[in-house]
């Protein structure tokens, strides 16, 4: 196997295999960034003197057609080569001989995976913000649409208080929101230049950094160079972070779905095409859907746990461990736009129930209204809340359905368009 750090001697097949793991697939999704973060790299060398500037324009169109075949999926790894940068650096050294060699000179794997990886993460995140915003706007949509259906509120799984759809879509879109900053955190965390401390400590070429920072689009450099080095594993649990709150919040809508969509409830449904069903009852229409999400968003919420005991216990520095941290987070990050797209789907299409609160079942969720109407005409507290139990104990209790909230973030007072300033706030990086 083509490996860089090759000194002529051959590790047996059976170590490289296992060292190299799944990399060689995982490496596909940093092809393009690592021609990017290249062309950037060449022309701070050929600005600090260590490329002419016909070598630049050689090495930068033969990287841009490189990039042209990634775009093209007509780019792979062959099956001697180690990795990503193996592959872009033997294909320029095949192209132009000797003047691709040069293109690592200042560089070490380390930091040239460390500029793939950030590179690949802000884009993600720059995809995740849009996903999210997409979604927010269906559930503020949802919300805006249905704030007058009655919905039961629960506590403890119990009947407990009047909601209503206004707020229950409400609810998980001001989440979203909530989880807007923790993705603007893992971006601002991630958007920092490592490009230029090598395997940890510097380098004896006069590097320009600053340079590099400018043409990669870096709102700042990791400066010192070992702790640009300790940013591995710290910005892929950053991120990791910000989609397992997303992924909370999809859970317990998923959860929240699923358990109003059984005829038990009642309270949603959708069309038949959006469910599945039994092979041996014929009167199924299983939430299949929303019982995948919530169970892939657990999956998102154990990627941080996995990548913090993957980084643990280990010295400064880089360590081959590392490498294992795009087989947990990669993953994670495809589940997470899945999981984004298919909620989004699910809720154009979702339907719900105007006539709840006419069962007879739900009249005891009228009770605190009641102990409040009676105090707000002049009873103590405490006297209301014993009079309406009384006559819920003796079964005297008759309804008054309805209800007027008026405080801001109740029932009656959405607040929807000061949540949408939240999440505008939350969404600018």
Not at 315 to 336: C, N, S, T, V, W
Not at 349 to 362: A, F, G, K, T
Request: overall charge negative; some cysteine.
């Amino acid at each position: 196997m083509a490996t860089l750090w090759s000194k002529g001697t051959k590790a047996s097949d059976i170590v490289e295999n296992f060292t190299v793991g799944n990399d060689r697939k995982l490496d596909m999704a940093l092809a393009k960034y690592d021609v990017i973060g290249s062309k950037a790299h060449i022309r701070m060398l050929e600005s600090i003197g260590l490329l002419t500037a016909d070598e630049l324009e050689s090495l930068t169109e033969a990287l841009d057609r490189i990039l042209e075949e990634i775009e093209r999926g007509e780019f792979s790894l062959e099956d001697d080569v180690e990795d990503i940068h193996s592959q872009v650096e033997l294909l320029l050294t095949r192209r132009l001989g000797d003047v691709g060699k040069k293109i690592h000179s200042g560089r070490s794997r380390n930091d040239q995976v460390l500029v793939d990886i950030k590179l690949f993460l802000r884009e993600e995140l720059g995809k995740i913000r849009t996903e999210v915003l997409g979604l927010f706007g269906i559930l503020q949509d949802l919300s805006e649409r249905h704030k007058d259906v009655m919905l039961p509120g629960y506590t403890h799984g119990q009947v407990a208080m009047p909601s209503s759809f206004g707020l229950w879509f409400g609810a998980y879109a001001e989440a979203l929101a909530d989880d807007m900053y923790m993705l603007r955190g893992a971006y601002h965390l991630v958007n920092q230049n490592p490009l230029g401390s090598a395997a940890g400590y510097g380098n004896s070429f006069p590097l320009d950094r600053e340079m590099t920072t400018r043409l990669l689009g870096f709102e700042d450099l990791d400066y010192n160079v070992v702790a640009a080095q300790l940013s591995r594993g710290k910005s892929e649990k950053a991120v990791a972070s910000a989609i397992g709150s997303i992924a909370l919040t999809l859970n317990k809508f998923a959860s929240d779905c699923c358990l109003y969509m059984c005829p038990n409830f009642g309270f949603i449904s959708f069309p038949d095409e959006l469910t599945t069903g039994s092979s041996i009852m014929p009167h199924k229409k299983n939430p299949d859907v929303w019982e995948i999400i919530r169970g892939d968003c657990n999956r998102i919420l154990s990627s941080e746990n996995e990548i913090s005991l993957l980084c643990s216990n280990m010295a400064h520095g880089y360590h081959r461990d590392f490498q294992l941290l795009k087989d947990i987070l990669f993953p994670a990050l495809e589940l997470m736009h899945k999981c984004l797209e298919m909620t989004g789907f699910m809720l154009k299409e979702v339907r719900v129930n105007r006539h709840i609160l006419d069962s007879p079942v739900y009249d005891y969720l009228f009770t605190v209204e009641e102990v409040n109407r009676r105090a707000l005409a002049g009873m103590p507290f405490r006297d209301a809340y014993k009079s309406v139990g009384i006559e819920v104990n003796e079964g005297r209790f008759h309804a008054d359905k309805t209800v007027s909230h008026t405080h801001i973030g109740s029932i009656g007072n959405l607040c929807n368009d000061r949540i949408a300033l939240k999440m505008k706030k939350a969404s600018e990086w």
